[in-house]
């Protein structure tokens, strides 16, 4: 019997849900609020334990890929990841607004990530560059917009990450559901995927 094993990632940071209260910091021109969104960047970006919490997931995750390796397989071994706060720390956008007062906002996501400046998670490169030496394809599914794609295979190639091109980084639809399983499916017609992060 196959095992499929799903890796639940760094849900720390993402399942924060933004909570307002009325404690405001003065700083020079603007008033920042102190919310979840604020605390969970600042916990992602210095927090020994969130960086701990990621190797963890990434040792696991190569655990379960070396014990994928020894199965025998009819189809090509794949494994299929998110990008965002998964391998890619998009902390550094989330505080930039919050510190201009504001939420999540379309423009500013696209203005973030068109600089292809998104940083590593910590043990995301290894698993990855793992995986890859052991024939293993990586396919990003993701629910960045199509206009997004080529800076987002630019930052992955920026960091070194492998199969970073236009067949294995796979971008939301326009008019599409955010949901990922048509995708997955997708890919699932010609690989074995033994992971998904």
Same mark, same amino acid.
Request: hydrophobic share 40%.
């Given at each position: 019997?196959?095992?499929?094993?799903?890796?639940? !990632?760094?849900?720390?940071?993402? %399942?924060?849900?933004?909570?307002?209260?009325?404690?405001?910091?003065?700083?020079?021109?603007?008033?920042?609020? +102190?919310?979840?969104? !604020?605390?969970?960047?600042?916990?992602?970006? &210095?927090?020994?334990?969130?960086?701990?919490? %990621?190797?963890?997931?990434?040792?696991?995750?190569?655990?379960? *890929?070396?014990?994928? !390796?020894?199965?025998?397989?009819?189809?090509?071994?794949?494994?299929?990841?998110?990008?965002?706060?998964?391998? *890619?720390?998009?902390?550094?956008?989330?505080?930039?607004?919050?510190?201009?007062?504001?939420?999540?906002?379309?423009?500013?996501?696209?203005?973030?990530?068109?600089?292809?400046?998104?940083?590593? *998670?910590?043990?995301?490169?290894?698993?990855?560059?793992?995986?890859?030496?052991?024939?293993?394809?990586?396919?990003?599914?993701?629910?960045?917009?199509?206009?997004?794609?080529?800076?987002?295979? *630019?930052?992955?190639?920026?960091?070194?990450?492998?199969?970073?091109?236009?067949?294995?980084?796979?971008?939301?639809?326009?008019?599409?559901?955010?949901? &990922?399983?048509?995708?997955?499916?997708?890919?699932?017609?010609?690989?074995?995927?033994?992971?998904? +992060?």
């Amino acid at each position: 019997m196959k095992k499929l094993y799903i890796l639940p !990632l760094l849900a720390i940071a993402a %399942c924060s849900a933004p909570h307002k209260t009325s404690q405001t910091s003065t700083t020079s021109n603007s008033s920042v609020v +102190l919310d979840g969104k !604020l605390w969970a960047s600042v916990f992602q970006q &210095k927090a020994a334990e969130y960086k701990a919490l %990621c190797f963890q997931a990434y040792n696991i995750a190569q655990l379960r *890929l070396q014990q994928a !390796l020894q199965q025998p397989s009819a189809k090509p071994l794949a494994v299929v990841t998110d990008i965002d706060e998964t391998l *890619l720390d998009n902390s550094p956008n989330a505080v930039h607004q919050v510190l201009q007062g504001k939420d999540y906002e379309t423009k500013a996501w696209m203005e973030w990530t068109a600089r292809a400046e998104a940083d590593t *998670l910590a043990g995301a490169r290894t698993f990855f560059n793992y995986a890859a030496a052991n024939k293993v394809e990586v396919f990003y599914i993701t629910n960045r917009d199509e206009q997004e794609k080529a800076a987002t295979i *630019l930052n992955l190639k920026k960091f070194g990450f492998p199969y970073a091109d236009d067949a294995h980084v796979i971008m939301r639809q326009p008019n599409t559901s955010s949901s &990922k399983e048509s995708r997955r499916q997708n890919v699932s017609a010609t690989h074995n995927i033994v992971l998904l +992060l």
